[in-house]
């Protein structure tokens, strides 16, 4: 199979990793990809939100797939436009990635399909923000409609700091902002795969949303995850299935606007039960190293059979006995403005060490060939091993051997667990 991965980060790096070493890959390419990227693939510059010239690439490239990584070009239509060239594309066309990039347009999936999710009033003035905090009371979760890189929410004991949010969000043409009830108990992660009508899920993970230790500081896109869940209820992946993935996709199907690829159903264990926190249309970053880490199935031949409407018949995934911890190294300034160019030293030595990969995100080479620093998520340090503890252990060993002027990194990834 040739395949061609569209996106630039830690994530694609990690879906190149396991394609490139899939006995079904005979071709791969990644675009635009990065310094990461480019050791295993060959990369293609694109502008990966123009559904043009992917589709252009794909054709020129011969490809048998196309996997889109990130949620911008599939809300921009990239994967429409790669279908109607005649390439299967696995991710879902622009109407069905409104999931992701309509908090809004979810909600109302979510109440047409029975699933459960937390209470929210879609606003478009402050005043209507004002009533829906005092309608909820404190813990207060206001979240901007559109796409955000997941620095679109906060989460705050302070109504002041929850208006003023608010106030910024709403301060752009046409803008909308959902406030929330707010919802209690662990989050996970469940990725599912699935082709418009059946759902395969796969590992669930963990992803680790704030800045600081102790999950302290502000919402990032996240800083590590790990899987599996040693702490999470048997029948949760049965039930996630069953009560979110099945109805929402079954929903969109009967609309007319099939959902195929990934739907990514991020989770709140409260007190009171199940209850989404929001949908991706596309593979979490960073629980997406981790959980392909623990893949043994051929991921190709997964994506492929998604793409091409065929899960009913194929295989489950199967999966390592090992475990598997991510940990995030992020640029000074993130997720605030961050400073490119600082020297990236230790990559090589990292990856020396048993069980540990590197995935690159915010990384480029300078005019001599140096790797530094260009983005707020710059690297991601994988470990695998027996335990979630030897994975934990081999994760941040790897991050030793690593050094960037000004980086950051939460030193308690899966270390509760
Ligand atoms: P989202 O972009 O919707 O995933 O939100 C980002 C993060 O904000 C989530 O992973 C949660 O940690 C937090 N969050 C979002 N919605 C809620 C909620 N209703 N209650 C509590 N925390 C939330
Ligand atoms: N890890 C959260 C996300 O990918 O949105």
């Not at 046409?174 to 395969?200: K, N």
Request: charged fraction near 20%; charge should be negative; include cysteine.
């Amino acid at each position: 199979m040739r395949i061609l991965v569209i996106g630039n980060g830690a994530r694609e790096h990690a879906i190149a990793h396991s394609l490139a070493r899939d006995v079904q890959t005979t071709a791969l390419f990644v675009a635009p990809g990065n310094p990461g990227t480019a050791q295993i693939a060959e990369n293609r510059p694109v502008r990966a939100d123009d559904p043009a010239a992917v589709a252009a690439l794909a054709l020129e490239l011969e490809v048998d797939l196309v996997v889109v990584g990130p949620e911008a070009p599939l809300v921009a239509g990239v994967a429409d436009a790669v279908r109607d060239v005649g390439i299967a594309c696995f991710g879902p066309g622009a109407e069905a990635a409104r999931l992701e990039g309509s908090k809004a347009f979810a909600k109302e999936v979510m109440a047409a399909a029975d699933v459960p999710t937390a209470m929210a009033h879609v606003c478009t003035t402050l005043e209507e923000v004002a009533e829906a905090l005092d309608a909820f009371g404190a813990p207060h979760v206001v979240k901007d409609d559109g796409l955000a890189a997941g620095k679109g929410v906060v989460v705050t004991d302070d109504r002041d700091t929850a208006l003023a949010h608010a106030e910024r969000c709403l301060s752009r043409e046409g803008a909308a902002v959902v406030v929330e009830e707010f919802l209690d108990g662990p989050e996970i992660s469940l990725f599912c795969l699935t082709d418009g009508a059946t759902v395969v899920p796969l590992a669930p993970a963990q992803d680790f949303k704030r800045l600081g230790d102790g999950d302290s500081g502000p919402n990032t896109g996240g800083m590590g995850a790990y899987s599996p869940l040693p702490w999470a209820p048997a029948t949760l992946v049965e039930e996630v299935v069953a009560r979110v993935a099945q109805p929402t996709i079954d929903e969109l199907a009967r609309r007319g606007t099939p959902f195929t690829g990934l739907l990514y159903c991020g989770l709140a264990l409260t007190g009171r039960g199940l209850r989404v926190i929001e949908f991706n249309a596309r593979f979490g970053d960073p629980e997406t190293q981790v959980v392909l880490a623990r893949l043994r199935s051929s991921l190709a031949q997964l994506l492929f059979d998604s793409a091409a409407g065929r899960l009913a018949t194929a295989p489950a995934p199967r999966w390592r006995d090992d475990a598997a911890v991510t940990v995030v190294v992020a640029a000074a300034g993130y997720p605030g403005a961050v400073r490119s160019g600082d020297v990236i030293t230790g990559v090589d030595d990292a990856e020396e060490i048993p069980g540990v990969h590197v995935l690159h995100a915010g990384t480029a080479r300078d005019a001599d060939g140096v790797l530094v620093t260009a983005g707020g998520r710059v690297l991601s340090v994988v470990g695998v091993g027996a335990s979630l503890k030897a994975a934990r252990k081999a994760a941040y060993k790897g991050v030793g051997a690593i050094s960037i002027d000004g980086g950051q990194f939460r030193t308690d990834i899966a270390a509760k667990v």
